[in-house]
């Protein structure tokens, strides 16, 4: 059984994608972001990075004490490797390709997107914002770019096989719209993207919740500055005396 510490973010949908397509058991352990619990003591304790999701096995393959690890990629290999699925382990190659574009997703795609969307919600109270939103949207173009020329002579983006390199890059994307992104322009993107999009494993893990989303139009000035706080302009925590 697994335990996921996890909030409806990308990076926990990438996640529960998996663990859907697997038929895997697991049990959702909410992490709310916007009331602070990834800086709790037990949270830190197995992702010392505070930042959800982490994962939880309590049934390892050695038998012994349950593993635990965090980063998203990280999680999806542990649990590829066990299962059996979704990451070749005999074929250097093809481990090595799905190795390079989980790789990829998290150290371009998901970076790049995430501050394309820090910027574009940031209040223009802040300052000229242009320089970083251009900057941004730019990149987030020229990702979808090299996914779709990847994607314009095999079905997927680590070969021939569905692997956890496209589940790990599909949370990212299913918000194409509203980053300003014209599908018409990526027709072998939009080809991998609808064939993702129907399946119902994928379907199952994008719909899994952890509590009720919070309505940014509900909030008072007081509790987006305090969210803003918590969540943005973090600096280096104290380690223990």
């Known amino acids: 059984m697994y335990d ?36 709790s003591d037990d949270f830190l304790a197995i992702s010392p990075n505070n930042r959800m999701p982490a ?47 989980v790789v990829w997703q998290m150290a371009n795609q998901g970076p790049k997107f995430g501050e394309q969307g820090h910027f574009n919600r940031a209040p223009d109270s802040v300052g000229d914002l242009t320089y970083a939103r251009t900057r941004f949207n730019d990149e987030v173009h020229r990702l979808f770019g090299v996914m779709n020329v990847r994607l314009y002579d095999r079905p997927y983006l680590a070969g021939d096989t569905y692997t956890i390199a496209d589940m790990a890059a599909y949370p990212w994307t299913v918000t194409w719209e509203s980053r300003g992104i014209d599908l018409a322009e990526f027709k072998h993107f939009k080809r991998w993207f609808d064939e993702l999009s129907a399946r119902p494993a994928v379907q199952k893990g994008l719909a899994v919740t952890a509590g009720p989303p919070i309505d940014p139009s509900t909030l008072t000035p007081e509790d987006q500055a305090r969210i803003r706080k918590l969540l943005y302009n973090q600096r280096a925590r104290p380690a223990p005396a």
Do not use: C
């Open 4 to 39: 996921v510490h996890y909030w409806p973010t990308p990076n926990g949908k990438k996640v529960t994608i998996l663990l859907e397509e697997l038929g895997a058991p697991y049990t959702v352990v909410p992490v709310n972001i916007g009331r602070g619990d990834q800086f």
């Open 55 to 101: 994962l939880v096995d309590h049934a390892p393959k050695d038998g012994g004490a349950p593993v635990s690890v965090f980063e998203s990629g990280a999680i999806m290999m542990y649990v590829a490797e066990k299962e059996g699925r979704f990451w070749p382990q005999e074929d250097v190659r093809a481990k090595y390709d799905v190795v390079q574009w």
